[in-house]
């Protein structure tokens, strides 16, 4: 098993610019969910889905879209990014229907936006 | 969801029990209290969970109080690979609350020789 998988590693975007982080988990896991988290700080949830079809905010949801077509994918769109989207972006999915329980965490993409 | 208060970091030496509080003075009936441990350019990783009384597996264990305002995780015998941010997580996590799942700035543990 991969676990969970992001692509790409890093990223560098000009202002305005949109694009799609990828996230794939092979776990048949229902649940999934995005997070992004700034320097010296915590996660902070921005969507998440609790299977193919289903998406709902998180905390910060903002400049961002996703859909969930499959099980496996889970894409984050930002549409026009801004300085404000740098950050680490970390994709997470679980078994179990308590986003706490278990969520096993990709390998996160680092972006900057100039 | 319960706000959660961590110390923002802490030292321990190498072969030494290192117990990191969080307070939670507002937990719910329905809230469970998670643990989870980062590595510097990695994603999270779950610990432990626990609801009431004690809870041990073989990485930690958890202590809750019968009153549940904090609990206290508990690493034994701590080596250089245990430096780590560890976020106190609580609530009942459901997915209808999901929008308020904060995991905070978490514990820096740094572990010495």
């Known amino acids: 098993n991969a676990g969970v998988t992001q692509t790409p590693k890093f990223q560098v975007l000009k202002t305005g610019q949109s694009m799609t982080l990828q996230c794939a988990q092979d776990?048949?896991?229902?649940?999934m969910s995005w997070y992004r988290q700034d320097p010296g700080m915590g996660l902070r949830l921005i969507h998440y889905?609790?299977?193919?079809?289903?998406?709902d905010q998180g905390e910060v949801p903002n400049g961002y879209n996703v859909s969930r077509s499959t099980t496996e994918d889970f894409p984050l769109r930002l549409l026009s990014a801004a300085p404000s989207q740098t950050s680490v972006y970390f994709c997470?999915?679980?078994?179990?229907?308590?986003?706490?329980?278990?969520?096993?965490f990709g390998p996160g993409t680092r972006l900057t936006v100039l | 969801l319960a706000k959660t208060t961590q110390p923002i970091s802490m030292d321990s030496y190498e072969g030494q029990e290192v117990n990191i509080t969080c307070s939670h003075n507002?937990?719910?009936?329905?809230?469970?209290i998670t643990w989870y441990q980062q590595f510097p350019s990695q994603g999270p990783r779950f610990i432990i969970q626990?609801?009431?009384t004690k809870v041990t597996n073989e990485v930690a264990s958890l202590f809750i109080p019968a009153d549940r305002k904090s609990s206290t995780l508990s690493l034994p015998r701590v080596s250089l690979s245990d430096t780590a941010v560890y976020y106190c997580?609580?609530?009942?996590?459901?997915?209808?609350?999901?929008?308020?799942?904060?995991f905070g700035s978490g514990t820096r543990l740094s572990i010495r020789p």
């Open positions: 997470a999915s679980s078994s179990v229907a308590r986003l706490g329980y278990e969520q096993f």
């Open positions: 776990m048949n896991h229902e649940y």
């Open positions: 889905s609790v299977g193919a079809g289903i998406t």
């Open positions: 507002n937990i719910a009936t329905n809230d469970y």
């Open positions: 626990g609801y009431k």
């Open positions: 997580l609580v609530g009942d996590m459901g997915y209808s609350s999901a929008s308020k799942i904060i």
